[in-house]
Protein backbone atom coordinates (compact mmCIF):
# COMPACT_ATOMS: atom_id res chain seq x y z
CA UNK A 1 0.00 0.00 0.00
CA UNK A 2 1.88 3.10 -1.51
CA UNK A 3 0.63 6.85 -0.63
CA UNK A 4 0.28 8.79 -3.96
CA UNK A 5 0.29 12.78 -3.19
CA UNK A 6 -0.99 13.95 -6.45
CA UNK A 7 0.37 17.46 -6.74
CA UNK A 8 1.47 20.08 -8.27
CA UNK A 9 4.18 22.36 -6.62
CA UNK A 10 3.00 25.58 -7.87
CA UNK A 11 -0.19 24.95 -5.32
CA UNK A 12 0.54 26.26 -2.10
CA UNK A 13 -1.19 23.23 -0.57
CA UNK A 14 0.23 20.97 -2.36
CA UNK A 15 3.73 21.95 -0.96
CA UNK A 16 2.13 21.84 2.31
CA UNK A 17 1.70 18.18 1.97
CA UNK A 18 4.71 17.38 0.21
CA UNK A 19 6.95 19.37 2.69
CA UNK A 20 5.07 17.69 5.87
CA UNK A 21 5.61 13.94 4.41
CA UNK A 22 9.41 15.13 3.99
CA UNK A 23 9.74 16.28 7.15
CA UNK A 24 8.07 12.98 8.54
CA UNK A 25 9.87 10.22 6.56
CA UNK A 26 6.83 9.26 5.02
CA UNK A 27 7.04 7.43 2.03
CA UNK A 28 5.22 8.37 -0.96
CA UNK A 29 4.42 8.61 -4.48
CA UNK A 30 4.61 12.28 -6.06
CA UNK A 31 2.31 12.17 -9.57
CA UNK A 32 2.28 15.85 -11.17
CA UNK A 33 -0.89 16.99 -11.89
CA UNK A 34 0.15 19.94 -14.14
CA UNK A 35 -2.61 23.06 -13.03
CA UNK A 36 -0.69 25.28 -16.50
CA UNK A 37 -2.20 22.30 -18.60
CA UNK A 38 -5.28 21.61 -16.90
CA UNK A 39 -4.13 17.99 -16.27
CA UNK A 40 -6.97 18.75 -12.84
CA UNK A 41 -9.90 18.47 -15.04
CA UNK A 42 -8.56 15.41 -16.70
CA UNK A 43 -10.53 12.38 -16.27
CA UNK A 44 -8.30 9.96 -14.85
CA UNK A 45 -7.39 12.32 -12.14
CA UNK A 46 -11.42 13.50 -11.50
CA UNK A 47 -11.91 9.54 -10.46
CA UNK A 48 -9.08 10.93 -7.94
CA UNK A 49 -10.71 13.97 -6.38
CA UNK A 50 -14.16 15.04 -8.15
CA UNK A 51 -13.44 18.56 -7.47
CA UNK A 52 -10.83 18.80 -9.88
CA UNK A 53 -8.49 20.34 -7.07
CA UNK A 54 -4.77 19.27 -5.86
CA UNK A 55 -3.29 18.12 -3.59
CA UNK A 56 -5.28 14.96 -3.42
CA UNK A 57 -3.70 11.19 -2.35
CA UNK A 58 -4.72 7.81 -2.52
CA UNK A 59 -3.66 5.54 0.54
CA UNK A 60 -4.42 2.42 -1.23
CA UNK A 61 -8.13 2.40 -1.91
CA UNK A 62 -8.55 5.18 0.35
CA UNK A 63 -9.07 8.70 -1.69
CA UNK A 64 -8.89 11.93 0.17
CA UNK A 65 -8.64 16.04 -1.20
CA UNK A 66 -8.57 19.09 0.73
CA UNK A 67 -5.31 19.76 1.90
CA UNK A 68 -6.47 20.26 5.66
CA UNK A 69 -8.24 16.74 5.79
CA UNK A 70 -5.41 15.65 4.56
CA UNK A 71 -2.19 16.67 7.10
CA UNK A 72 -4.74 15.31 9.66
CA UNK A 73 -4.61 12.20 8.26
CA UNK A 74 -1.46 11.40 7.27
CA UNK A 75 -0.30 12.66 10.79
CA UNK A 76 -2.94 9.84 12.51
CA UNK A 77 -2.65 7.02 9.97
CA UNK A 78 1.21 6.64 9.77
CA UNK A 79 3.17 5.71 12.81
CA UNK A 80 5.72 8.09 14.59
CA UNK A 81 4.82 11.66 13.79
CA UNK A 82 5.40 13.67 16.42
CA UNK A 83 3.10 14.69 18.90
CA UNK A 84 3.74 19.20 17.44
CA UNK A 85 2.57 18.53 14.23
CA UNK A 86 -1.28 17.86 15.17
CA UNK A 87 -0.64 17.15 19.60
CA UNK A 88 -3.17 14.34 20.90
CA UNK A 89 -4.33 17.06 23.60
CA UNK A 90 -8.01 18.39 23.22
CA UNK A 91 -7.37 21.61 23.71
CA UNK A 92 -4.75 22.18 21.86
CA UNK A 93 -6.02 19.99 18.87
CA UNK A 94 -8.94 22.37 19.17
CA UNK A 95 -6.76 25.36 18.36
CA UNK A 96 -5.25 23.74 15.57
CA UNK A 97 -8.90 23.05 13.98
CA UNK A 98 -9.75 26.69 14.86
CA UNK A 99 -6.68 28.44 12.87
CA UNK A 100 -6.94 25.82 9.97
CA UNK A 101 -11.13 26.60 9.69
CA UNK A 102 -10.16 30.82 10.01
CA UNK A 103 -7.41 30.33 7.28
CA UNK A 104 -10.09 29.17 4.37
CA UNK A 105 -12.13 32.28 4.71
CA UNK A 106 -9.64 34.54 6.01
CA UNK A 107 -5.53 34.14 4.76
CA UNK A 108 -6.44 31.85 1.79
CA UNK A 109 -9.09 34.49 0.46
CA UNK A 110 -7.09 37.39 0.92
CA UNK A 111 -3.44 35.69 -0.33
CA UNK A 112 -4.31 33.51 -3.51
CA UNK A 113 -6.76 36.21 -4.63
CA UNK A 114 -3.89 38.99 -4.38
CA UNK A 115 -1.74 36.36 -6.58
CA UNK A 116 -4.50 35.37 -8.81
CA UNK A 117 -5.31 39.07 -9.73
CA UNK A 118 -1.82 40.46 -9.51
CA UNK A 119 -0.01 38.17 -12.02
CA UNK A 120 -1.57 34.42 -12.40
CA UNK A 121 -4.73 34.98 -14.13
CA UNK A 122 -3.22 35.30 -17.90
CA UNK A 123 -1.66 31.90 -17.35
CA UNK A 124 -5.49 30.73 -16.97
CA UNK A 125 -6.58 32.97 -20.09
CA UNK A 126 -7.68 35.48 -17.57
CA UNK A 127 -6.95 39.38 -17.73
CA UNK A 128 -5.11 41.03 -14.35
CA UNK A 129 -8.22 42.41 -12.96
CA UNK A 130 -6.37 45.44 -10.15
CA UNK A 131 -9.90 45.94 -8.60
CA UNK A 132 -10.14 42.10 -7.25
CA UNK A 133 -6.31 42.60 -6.54
CA UNK A 134 -6.82 45.20 -4.09
CA UNK A 135 -9.74 44.49 -2.39
CA UNK A 136 -8.07 40.75 -1.77
CA UNK A 137 -4.92 43.03 -0.67
CA UNK A 138 -7.25 44.35 2.06
CA UNK A 139 -8.34 40.99 3.50
CA UNK A 140 -4.26 39.77 3.27
CA UNK A 141 -3.43 42.42 4.93
CA UNK A 142 -6.01 42.31 7.35
CA UNK A 143 -5.01 38.58 7.90
CA UNK A 144 -1.85 38.75 8.73
CA UNK A 145 -2.25 41.57 10.97
CA UNK A 146 -4.59 39.16 13.01
CA UNK A 147 -1.57 36.29 12.64
CA UNK A 148 0.87 39.01 13.96
CA UNK A 149 -1.49 40.32 16.68
CA UNK A 150 -3.41 37.10 17.58
CA UNK A 151 -2.50 33.78 16.55
CA UNK A 152 1.00 34.41 17.30
CA UNK A 153 0.64 35.62 20.32
CA UNK A 154 2.19 33.83 23.64
CA UNK A 155 5.31 32.53 24.37
CA UNK A 156 5.73 30.08 21.62
CA UNK A 157 7.62 30.65 18.01
CA UNK A 158 4.69 29.43 16.38
CA UNK A 159 1.33 29.54 15.92
CA UNK A 160 -1.42 29.47 18.83
CA UNK A 161 1.63 29.47 21.03
CA UNK A 162 3.49 26.42 20.37
CA UNK A 163 6.86 25.67 20.98
CA UNK A 164 7.07 23.62 17.58
CA UNK A 165 5.23 23.83 14.17
CA UNK A 166 1.92 21.66 13.51
CA UNK A 167 0.18 21.26 10.34
CA UNK A 168 -1.11 24.72 10.56
CA UNK A 169 2.20 26.59 10.69
CA UNK A 170 2.99 24.57 7.88
CA UNK A 171 -0.06 25.22 5.64
CA UNK A 172 -0.54 29.18 6.40
CA UNK A 173 3.31 29.75 5.63
CA UNK A 174 2.77 27.73 2.76
CA UNK A 175 -0.19 30.05 1.54
CA UNK A 176 2.26 33.51 2.32
CA UNK A 177 5.41 31.88 0.12
CA UNK A 178 2.66 32.29 -3.19
CA UNK A 179 3.61 36.19 -2.71
CA UNK A 180 7.40 35.31 -4.02
CA UNK A 181 5.48 35.53 -7.22
CA UNK A 182 4.65 38.95 -7.26
CA UNK A 183 7.04 42.44 -7.76
CA UNK A 184 8.97 42.14 -4.94
CA UNK A 185 7.95 46.27 -3.84
CA UNK A 186 4.76 44.41 -3.53
CA UNK A 187 5.81 41.78 -1.33
CA UNK A 188 8.01 43.41 1.08
CA UNK A 189 4.85 46.03 0.89
CA UNK A 190 2.53 43.28 2.27
CA UNK A 191 4.57 41.58 4.07
CA UNK A 192 7.36 43.93 5.70
CA UNK A 193 4.67 45.72 8.46
CA UNK A 194 4.19 42.35 9.91
CA UNK A 195 7.86 41.92 12.05
CA UNK A 196 6.48 38.41 13.64
CA UNK A 197 4.78 36.96 10.58
CA UNK A 198 8.35 37.48 8.97
CA UNK A 199 10.31 35.74 11.49
CA UNK A 200 7.74 33.36 11.86
CA UNK A 201 8.04 32.04 8.59
CA UNK A 202 11.90 31.98 8.95
CA UNK A 203 11.30 29.53 11.99
CA UNK A 204 8.97 27.49 9.82
CA UNK A 205 11.09 27.14 7.27
CA UNK A 206 14.07 26.21 9.48
CA UNK A 207 12.44 23.50 10.81
CA UNK A 208 11.50 21.60 7.95
CA UNK A 209 14.53 22.37 5.97
CA UNK A 210 15.84 21.31 3.28
CA UNK A 211 12.15 20.29 2.62
CA UNK A 212 11.03 23.17 2.33
CA UNK A 213 13.04 25.43 0.47
CA UNK A 214 13.22 22.08 -1.92
CA UNK A 215 9.61 21.76 -2.50
CA UNK A 216 9.59 25.59 -3.11
CA UNK A 217 12.00 25.40 -5.94
CA UNK A 218 9.63 24.87 -8.64
CA UNK A 219 7.94 28.46 -7.28
CA UNK A 220 11.53 30.12 -6.99
CA UNK A 221 12.06 29.44 -10.62
CA UNK A 222 8.92 30.70 -11.34
CA UNK A 223 9.34 33.80 -9.32
CA UNK A 224 12.53 34.65 -11.31
CA UNK A 225 10.91 34.33 -14.88
CA UNK A 226 8.18 36.65 -13.16
CA UNK A 227 10.72 38.88 -12.64
CA UNK A 228 12.73 38.52 -15.99
CA UNK A 229 9.57 39.66 -17.47
CA UNK A 230 9.00 42.47 -15.59
CA UNK A 231 12.61 44.17 -16.14
CA UNK A 232 11.90 43.53 -19.87
CA UNK A 233 8.55 45.17 -19.47
CA UNK A 234 10.25 48.29 -18.36
CA UNK A 235 13.45 48.31 -20.48
CA UNK A 236 10.96 48.25 -23.54
CA UNK A 237 8.84 51.44 -21.74
CA UNK A 238 12.46 52.98 -21.03
CA UNK A 239 13.78 52.88 -24.32
CA UNK A 240 10.09 53.64 -25.63
CA UNK A 241 10.37 56.82 -24.10
CA UNK A 242 13.60 57.63 -25.20
CA UNK A 243 12.77 56.89 -28.68
CA UNK A 244 9.50 58.83 -28.10
CA UNK A 245 12.41 61.96 -26.98
CA UNK A 246 14.67 61.66 -29.48
CA UNK A 247 11.66 61.80 -32.13
CA UNK A 248 9.95 65.36 -30.43
CA UNK B 1 -17.35 24.13 34.63
CA UNK B 2 -20.21 25.12 32.35
CA UNK B 3 -20.05 25.52 28.93
CA UNK B 4 -21.39 28.68 27.19
CA UNK B 5 -22.00 29.04 24.32
CA UNK B 6 -21.77 32.95 22.72
CA UNK B 7 -24.39 32.62 19.83
CA UNK B 8 -27.48 34.39 17.20
CA UNK B 9 -29.53 32.20 16.29
CA UNK B 10 -29.82 33.86 12.96
CA UNK B 11 -26.59 32.71 12.42
CA UNK B 12 -26.35 29.57 10.93
CA UNK B 13 -23.39 27.82 12.40
CA UNK B 14 -24.45 29.22 15.65
CA UNK B 15 -27.73 27.13 15.14
CA UNK B 16 -25.58 24.19 13.80
CA UNK B 17 -23.97 24.48 17.60
CA UNK B 18 -26.70 24.64 19.62
CA UNK B 19 -28.81 22.02 17.75
CA UNK B 20 -25.53 19.78 18.62
CA UNK B 21 -25.88 20.36 22.38
CA UNK B 22 -29.01 19.91 22.48
CA UNK B 23 -29.55 16.62 20.70
CA UNK B 24 -26.71 15.77 22.56
CA UNK B 25 -28.33 17.06 25.71
CA UNK B 26 -24.81 18.86 26.93
CA UNK B 27 -25.60 21.26 29.12
CA UNK B 28 -25.01 24.81 28.38
CA UNK B 29 -25.66 28.53 29.10
CA UNK B 30 -26.94 30.48 25.85
CA UNK B 31 -25.19 34.17 25.38
CA UNK B 32 -26.93 35.61 23.06
CA UNK B 33 -24.65 37.97 20.90
CA UNK B 34 -27.32 40.11 18.93
CA UNK B 35 -25.70 40.88 15.22
CA UNK B 36 -28.21 43.17 14.40
CA UNK B 37 -26.98 45.52 17.06
CA UNK B 38 -23.48 45.05 16.52
CA UNK B 39 -22.63 42.90 20.07
CA UNK B 40 -20.30 40.80 18.55
CA UNK B 41 -17.86 44.22 18.05
CA UNK B 42 -18.57 44.86 22.04
CA UNK B 43 -15.19 44.64 23.98
CA UNK B 44 -17.00 42.04 25.91
CA UNK B 45 -17.62 39.30 23.02
CA UNK B 46 -14.24 40.57 21.60
CA UNK B 47 -12.69 39.24 25.04
CA UNK B 48 -13.92 35.83 23.80
CA UNK B 49 -13.60 35.74 20.12
CA UNK B 50 -11.22 38.49 18.73
CA UNK B 51 -12.46 38.08 15.14
CA UNK B 52 -15.81 39.33 16.57
CA UNK B 53 -18.36 36.39 14.96
CA UNK B 54 -20.67 33.84 16.43
CA UNK B 55 -20.47 31.11 17.43
CA UNK B 56 -17.68 31.30 19.69
CA UNK B 57 -17.77 29.38 23.37
CA UNK B 58 -16.17 28.90 26.67
CA UNK B 59 -15.50 25.65 28.95
CA UNK B 60 -14.33 26.71 31.92
CA UNK B 61 -11.13 28.70 30.85
CA UNK B 62 -11.00 27.62 27.16
CA UNK B 63 -12.17 29.90 24.76
CA UNK B 64 -12.64 28.48 21.24
CA UNK B 65 -14.11 30.13 17.68
CA UNK B 66 -14.84 28.56 14.42
CA UNK B 67 -17.83 26.64 14.05
CA UNK B 68 -16.66 23.44 12.81
CA UNK B 69 -13.67 23.55 15.56
CA UNK B 70 -16.21 23.91 18.04
CA UNK B 71 -18.42 20.63 16.74
CA UNK B 72 -15.36 18.76 16.97
CA UNK B 73 -14.23 19.74 20.05
CA UNK B 74 -17.80 19.50 21.86
CA UNK B 75 -17.94 16.02 20.04
CA UNK B 76 -13.89 14.80 21.82
CA UNK B 77 -14.57 16.96 24.99
CA UNK B 78 -18.15 15.47 26.19
CA UNK B 79 -18.53 11.92 27.27
CA UNK B 80 -21.70 9.70 25.45
CA UNK B 81 -21.71 11.35 22.42
CA UNK B 82 -22.98 8.65 19.54
CA UNK B 83 -19.66 8.19 17.07
CA UNK B 84 -22.00 9.42 14.18
CA UNK B 85 -21.43 12.78 15.15
CA UNK B 86 -17.68 12.35 14.94
CA UNK B 87 -16.48 8.49 13.99
CA UNK B 88 -13.45 7.47 15.87
CA UNK B 89 -12.68 5.63 12.28
CA UNK B 90 -9.56 7.28 10.78
CA UNK B 91 -10.74 6.83 7.65
CA UNK B 92 -14.48 7.97 7.98
CA UNK B 93 -13.52 10.54 10.59
CA UNK B 94 -10.69 12.25 7.31
CA UNK B 95 -14.24 12.25 5.01
CA UNK B 96 -15.95 14.20 7.69
CA UNK B 97 -12.99 16.89 7.66
CA UNK B 98 -12.85 16.60 3.40
CA UNK B 99 -16.29 17.87 3.37
CA UNK B 100 -16.24 20.53 6.33
CA UNK B 101 -12.96 21.68 4.36
CA UNK B 102 -15.22 21.71 1.46
CA UNK B 103 -17.68 23.67 2.87
CA UNK B 104 -15.97 27.02 3.69
CA UNK B 105 -15.07 27.71 0.31
CA UNK B 106 -17.98 25.96 -1.53
CA UNK B 107 -21.51 25.68 -0.30
CA UNK B 108 -20.87 28.39 1.85
CA UNK B 109 -19.23 31.56 0.42
CA UNK B 110 -22.35 30.33 -2.11
CA UNK B 111 -25.13 30.49 0.42
CA UNK B 112 -24.56 32.73 2.48
CA UNK B 113 -23.38 35.10 -0.02
CA UNK B 114 -26.14 34.95 -1.88
CA UNK B 115 -28.69 35.78 1.21
CA UNK B 116 -26.44 38.18 2.23
CA UNK B 117 -26.50 40.32 -0.82
CA UNK B 118 -30.37 39.31 -1.83
CA UNK B 119 -31.99 40.43 1.63
CA UNK B 120 -29.52 40.56 4.57
CA UNK B 121 -27.53 43.58 3.52
CA UNK B 122 -29.91 46.85 4.31
CA UNK B 123 -29.49 45.05 7.86
CA UNK B 124 -25.95 46.20 7.55
CA UNK B 125 -26.17 49.50 6.36
CA UNK B 126 -25.49 47.75 2.47
CA UNK B 127 -27.32 48.15 -0.62
CA UNK B 128 -28.99 44.91 -2.14
CA UNK B 129 -26.93 43.62 -4.88
CA UNK B 130 -28.10 41.84 -7.53
CA UNK B 131 -25.34 41.16 -9.64
CA UNK B 132 -23.28 39.80 -6.23
CA UNK B 133 -26.17 37.62 -5.71
CA UNK B 134 -26.29 36.04 -8.75
CA UNK B 135 -22.61 35.46 -8.81
CA UNK B 136 -22.55 33.73 -5.46
CA UNK B 137 -26.40 31.96 -6.59
CA UNK B 138 -23.36 30.54 -9.18
CA UNK B 139 -21.61 29.08 -6.41
CA UNK B 140 -24.74 27.93 -4.29
CA UNK B 141 -25.95 25.95 -7.19
CA UNK B 142 -22.65 24.38 -7.78
CA UNK B 143 -22.13 23.57 -4.57
CA UNK B 144 -25.91 22.08 -4.21
CA UNK B 145 -25.25 19.84 -7.38
CA UNK B 146 -22.09 18.91 -6.38
CA UNK B 147 -23.30 17.50 -2.47
CA UNK B 148 -26.52 16.05 -4.97
CA UNK B 149 -24.15 13.78 -6.60
CA UNK B 150 -20.73 13.21 -5.15
CA UNK B 151 -21.28 13.84 -1.01
CA UNK B 152 -24.64 12.35 -0.88
CA UNK B 153 -23.76 9.42 -3.31
CA UNK B 154 -23.40 6.53 -1.83
CA UNK B 155 -26.31 3.81 0.18
CA UNK B 156 -26.73 5.86 3.04
CA UNK B 157 -29.22 8.85 3.50
CA UNK B 158 -26.49 11.22 4.82
CA UNK B 159 -22.96 12.75 4.05
CA UNK B 160 -20.11 10.50 2.60
CA UNK B 161 -22.48 7.60 3.10
CA UNK B 162 -23.25 7.20 6.80
CA UNK B 163 -26.48 6.05 8.22
CA UNK B 164 -26.13 8.74 10.56
CA UNK B 165 -25.60 12.13 10.75
CA UNK B 166 -22.63 13.75 11.17
CA UNK B 167 -21.36 17.17 12.57
CA UNK B 168 -20.87 17.99 9.05
CA UNK B 169 -24.70 17.29 8.06
CA UNK B 170 -25.67 19.42 10.92
CA UNK B 171 -23.35 22.16 9.50
CA UNK B 172 -24.28 22.18 6.04
CA UNK B 173 -28.05 21.74 6.27
CA UNK B 174 -27.81 24.57 8.89
CA UNK B 175 -26.20 26.55 6.00
CA UNK B 176 -29.01 25.55 3.40
CA UNK B 177 -31.77 26.55 6.36
CA UNK B 178 -30.55 30.32 5.75
CA UNK B 179 -32.04 30.59 2.26
CA UNK B 180 -35.65 30.52 3.94
CA UNK B 181 -35.56 33.77 4.19
CA UNK B 182 -34.98 34.85 0.33
CA UNK B 183 -38.35 34.93 -1.51
CA UNK B 184 -40.48 31.50 -1.55
CA UNK B 185 -39.91 31.45 -5.43
CA UNK B 186 -35.93 31.90 -5.11
CA UNK B 187 -36.13 29.20 -2.62
CA UNK B 188 -37.61 26.52 -4.40
CA UNK B 189 -35.95 27.59 -8.10
CA UNK B 190 -32.58 27.06 -6.30
CA UNK B 191 -33.42 23.79 -4.24
CA UNK B 192 -35.82 22.16 -6.15
CA UNK B 193 -33.49 20.76 -8.82
CA UNK B 194 -31.92 18.82 -5.78
CA UNK B 195 -34.04 16.19 -4.79
CA UNK B 196 -31.28 14.44 -2.88
CA UNK B 197 -30.33 16.97 -1.32
CA UNK B 198 -34.27 18.25 0.20
CA UNK B 199 -34.55 14.29 1.50
CA UNK B 200 -31.27 14.48 3.24
CA UNK B 201 -32.71 17.87 4.46
CA UNK B 202 -35.94 16.45 6.06
CA UNK B 203 -33.77 13.18 7.18
CA UNK B 204 -31.42 15.81 9.28
CA UNK B 205 -34.10 17.83 10.36
CA UNK B 206 -35.93 14.35 11.97
CA UNK B 207 -32.60 12.89 13.17
CA UNK B 208 -32.72 15.72 15.46
CA UNK B 209 -36.38 16.67 16.12
CA UNK B 210 -37.48 18.78 18.17
CA UNK B 211 -34.05 20.48 18.38
CA UNK B 212 -33.33 21.77 14.91
CA UNK B 213 -37.35 23.26 14.12
CA UNK B 214 -36.72 24.76 18.05
CA UNK B 215 -33.44 26.81 16.71
CA UNK B 216 -34.77 27.66 13.41
CA UNK B 217 -37.89 29.62 15.19
CA UNK B 218 -35.95 32.98 15.19
CA UNK B 219 -35.05 32.33 11.44
CA UNK B 220 -38.92 31.33 10.41
CA UNK B 221 -39.88 34.14 12.12
CA UNK B 222 -38.01 36.60 10.37
CA UNK B 223 -38.96 34.77 6.91
CA UNK B 224 -42.09 35.69 7.75
CA UNK B 225 -41.61 39.69 8.55
CA UNK B 226 -39.58 39.53 4.96
CA UNK B 227 -42.61 37.55 3.49
CA UNK B 228 -44.71 40.17 4.66
CA UNK B 229 -42.76 42.91 3.76
CA UNK B 230 -42.74 41.53 0.20
CA UNK B 231 -46.45 41.80 0.11
CA UNK B 232 -46.84 45.06 0.91
CA UNK B 233 -44.47 46.29 -1.14
CA UNK B 234 -46.17 43.97 -4.00
CA UNK B 235 -49.44 45.71 -3.07
CA UNK B 236 -48.10 48.63 -3.40
CA UNK B 237 -46.88 48.49 -6.72
CA UNK B 238 -49.97 47.34 -7.86
CA UNK B 239 -51.99 50.27 -6.25
CA UNK B 240 -49.78 52.56 -8.07
CA UNK B 241 -50.08 51.21 -11.33
CA UNK B 242 -54.04 51.45 -10.30
CA UNK B 243 -53.58 54.74 -9.32
CA UNK B 244 -51.47 55.25 -12.56
CA UNK B 245 -53.66 54.40 -14.92
CA UNK B 246 -57.05 55.77 -13.33
CA UNK B 247 -55.34 59.02 -14.16
CA UNK B 248 -55.00 58.65 -17.46
Chains 1, 2 share one sequence.
Not at 103 to 121: D, K, P
Not at 216 to 235: M, N, P, W
Request: charged share 25%.
Amino acid sequence: MTLKIYADRMSQPSRAVIIFCKANRIHFEEIKIDLARRQQMSPEFREINPMGKVPAITDGKFKLFESHAILIYLACAFPGIADHWYPADLFKRAKIHSVLDWHHSNLRQGAAGYVFNSILAPAFGLPVSPKAAAEAEKVLSSSLSIIESFWLKGSGRFLVGSTQPSIADLSLVCEIMQLELVDEKDRMRILSPHKKVLQWMEDTKNATRPHFEDAHTLLFKLKDRFQKQRSLAEDLKTNAGKIGNSKL
